[in-house]
Structure formats: C-alpha cells, structure tokens
C-alpha cells in the first residue's frame, strides 16, 4: 500500500509538470504572404524560422504565392481554407471589407493597447484602416514620399543628358535610351499597371483617386482631364517603343530583370529600389561607380511638382477566424506583436548574422552581402520581410547609408509636402465594397488596353460610362455624400 502511495504521489507531483509542458509546446500558425522571389522558400534547417519559431515558441507554416496572382489567392483563402495570419495588400479591397463585416477576422480594437510593440503605431493610420469604426488589422507602415523614378544615370551621362526636370524631358530620356539595335528600351513596365499610371497621371495634374471639383464635389480621378494628358503620355511613349511591348504580361517579380540586364533604363516605382538595384550591380558586375539616379518629382504642363504617396501604409496583417478562441488569437497578436521588436524586424528584414546577414566591425550590417552567399539568402530569407510591419518605427539592424540610400532618406523628408493625399481614403462606399473589384479590373484592363494603343479614347470614353453605369456613379455619389457629411461646417 505504501508502494502504491508512493507511486500515486509521484503521479500527482507530476501532472502539473505534464500539464505546463504541454501548455508550452509550440503553437502553430499559418500564414499566407507573397513572395517577390522566383527562388523557391527554403525551409528545411532555415535558420530565420528556426530564430522566429524559438523566440515566439511557434511553428510556422508560411505559404507564399507570387505577387502577380495573390489577389486571387487571398480571395480563395477567404472563400474557403484561411490561414490563421492573413497579409492583404488593400486594406478596403470589397473582399477584406466584406470579410470583415461576415466575422471572418477578428476585431483587434480592444487588444492593441495591451501589445508592447504594437501600441505605438500611429493612431492615425491606425483609424484609417479601420472598417466601421473597428480595427481589424495591423497596418504594413510605409513612408509617405517613397515613389517615384529609378532611372540609369550612367545612359544618361553617356548621351550628354541632364537630370529631367520635366515630364517632356523624361519622355525625352524615355526616347533617348531607345535604340532597337542594341535592344535597349526607356522604361520598364509590368502588369502592374496601377502604380506607374497613378505616378504619371498624378505629375501630370490629376487628382490621387478622387477629386473635388470646384463646388466641392467628388468626382473619380479618371475623369479629370489630367488623367487622360498622363495616359497619353504613356501610349505615345509604347508606341515610339520606349516601352516595353509586352508589359502587360511581365510578372511584377521579374519586373527589375530588364534593368539588371541592361534593357531598361526607367522603372517608375519606389526610390528606395534605386539603391536595392545600385547594390545588386555591385554584388554581380562589379560596379564600382553610381549608376543610378533617383528623381522624386518633374513639372508638368502647368510647372506643379506633385507626387503619388504611399497611404502611410501597404496593406495589413490581419489575424482571421482561423484561429478558434480568443486565447489563439492572442497567441498570434503576441507573435505579431514580437515581429515589431527590434529583434523581430531584423529577422524579418535580414535573418539571422552569420547565416543571411554579416555586420562588420562597428556593427553595422554589409550591405550588399558577400557574393557568394546572393542566391542562398533569397531562398532562406524569401520575401519574409512582407510580414514586416514597423508601425512603431525601423529598428532593425542598419547599414551604412550609401549615397543612394542617404538621397533616398533625404528625399522621403525633402519631398513629403509634395504628395497629393486621396480626399476619400477614409471612406468605405457600400456598392465599392460589392462591385468594387470587378469595376477596379474594368478600368485597368482598359487603361492597358489604350497604354497599348488597342483602343482608342473613343472607345476608353464608352468603358468609362460602363463604369458608371455598372456602380460607378452610385460609388461617386456614397463617396460625395460621406465627404460632405464629413467636411460640412
């Protein structure tokens, strides 16, 4: 009996041990990203997960998607299997919207302020991902003045050209660089269109996605006569072959190939690409000279310097009703919560030093890295930086700033006042939220179509009516109406 004593005290002295054990075994969590990379991920002795799982006590697994067709992954995600940790890349896309508004995500308003990280992220870009009135994301922070162009400097000096100061001198540049028989072109584009057009049509004059007219109306950018001046610009440039001809297929995660193998001299997209592609020159040719520029804004027409800014954000990480409980979701706030700590964005951003990153006496991170560790990082370290979200700021590890990359974060504060803010970003219209998407695919399709010279204004003019008559004037007058409500004296 006493054996029997013994045996069932040791029993019961164990239990809580056997209990707190399992309480801490990993938790899992899903997560659907997209990947900029045509490398495939490496996960198997990953040393970045192996660090992020550790720190966070979770098992990761991540699928990611090429960046050209994610839209259509998140909405079959959405429609079926979700993973616990969802990126999107429009926080008011009608599919997050209604998703959000169906109980398909769950509302973080009430959680953030117990976060250590998270709590510290702009309350104002905070509330304008919200859906409403509820907060369902952590928004992906961005600087407002990052776009712009990426041109070669080192074409440009070699055919006696100055840094354009216009739109006409860029389109000129554009020109210059063309030359069929070396197989050169002006500027790159991809089937990403969205971006380049808006950079254009906006330097050009038009408004960033709506206008208010002179009696203080909304109006949609695409209507302004500025937008169809940029537009014309891009289909002359394609037509004279200065861009090139298959843009409309090109996947946007080959869309730097063309300057990296000397084809391109333009790409209208973010500055800070300029000093990703300056590295990558010296990593894989040995340059040792700047070979590009970086150009925030050119006058147009009217002399106006205007810019596209980010919305001070690129998407958000969403937690979804994948995971069951509010315990589960609280796992996955803390685990996104330790991806803002300064060790959490340096794995994120850089991996782990000695295995995806090398800092160099003064602990500053070797930027580019050695060259013969270039493809092995791509595969271990993928596009994880696409969970990054530093809404409380960047404090990953940090390299010397070149030239490049000083010009870039000069720019970011020389030109903020320079951006032309969307008036109705804020506003969520209720026939946006249902047709949105497909009306959003209708304009696009035919903005490529015209760029491409397949159509002509005549026939842009009737899809633009389409779109009116599809829900685009009902989007118009939800838009005018919650824009008056909200400016009204």
């Not at 990611?64 to 994610?70: E, R, T």
Request: hydrophobic share 40%; with cysteine.
């Amino acid at each position: 009996m006493r054996k029997i004593l013994s045996v069932l005290l040791v029993l019961a002295l164990l239990i809580p041990c056997l209990a707190a054990f399992a309480e801490e075994a990993p938790y899992e969590i899903s997560i659907l990203m997209p990947t900029f990379y045509t490398e495939p991920f490496q996960y198997e002795n990953n040393p970045t997960i192996k660090a992020i799982e550790a720190a966070t006590n979770t098992k990761l697994d991540i699928t990611f998607v090429p960046d050209a067709s994610y839209a259509e992954a998140v909405s079959l995600a959405l429609a079926g299997d979700m993973p616990k940790i969802l990126i999107v890349k429009g926080h008011q896309d009608p599919v997050v919207v209604s998703s959000a508004r169906a109980g398909a995500f769950w509302d973080l308003t009430d959680y953030i302020a117990d976060t250590e990280y998270l709590k510290d992220g702009s309350q104002v870009v905070y509330d304008a991902t919200k859906i409403d009135g509820r907060l369902y994301g952590i928004y992906r922070a961005r600087p407002l003045a990052r776009n712009g162009i990426v041109y070669r400097s080192d074409w440009a000096k070699a055919l006696g050209l100055e840094t354009p100061k216009t739109l006409d001198d860029l389109a000129n540049m554009a020109k210059a660089f063309t030359d069929p028989a070396k197989g050169t072109y002006g500027i790159v584009m991809c089937k990403y269109v969205d971006g380049t057009i808006k950079i254009i049509t906006i330097a050009s004059g038009a408004p960033n996605t709506w206008g208010i007219d002179a009696e203080g109306s909304v109006y949609p950018a695409h209507e302004d006569p500025k937008f169809l001046e940029g537009l014309n610009w891009l289909r002359d440039l394609y037509a004279y072959g200065a861009i090139n001809q298959d843009f409309m297929v090109l996947e946007s995660g080959i869309w730097v190939e063309p300057l990296r193998n000397d084809q391109a001299g333009i790409k209208l997209d973010t500055m800070d690409d300029g000093n990703r592609q300056q590295g990558w020159f010296e990593l894989n040719k040995g340059t040792t000279e700047i070979v590009f520029d970086l150009l925030p804004v050119v006058a147009n027409s009217e002399g106006e310097e205007r810019m596209w800014p980010t919305a001070g954000l690129s998407g958000e990480v969403i937690i979804t009703k994948s995971a069951k409980t509010e315990e589960d979701m609280k796992k996955c706030l803390a685990f996104l919560d330790f991806l803002n700590s300064p060790e959490g964005q340096t794995l994120v951003n850089w991996g782990v030093e000695g295995e995806t990153f090398w800092t160099d006496e003064e602990g500053f991170r070797l930027d580019p890295a050695p060259p013969e560790y270039d493809v092995s990082i791509r595969s271990l370290q993928g596009s994880m930086n696409q969970i990054g979200m530093n809404v409380n700021g960047d404090f990953a590890v940090k390299s010397k700033l070149s030239p490049l990359r000083k010009l870039y974060e000069d720019n970011l504060i020389a030109y903020a006042d320079y951006v032309i803010g969307n008036p109705c970003a804020a506003f969520i219209s209720e026939t946006q939220t249902m047709v949105g998407a497909q009306l959003t695919l209708l304009l696009e399709d035919a903005h490529v179509q015209y760029i491409a010279g397949q159509i002509d204004e005549a026939q842009l003019k009737a899809v633009y009516e389409q779109w009116r008559a599809e829900g685009g004037d009902m989007i118009t007058a939800e838009m005018n109406e919650m824009y008056k409500a909200a400016n009204a004296q």
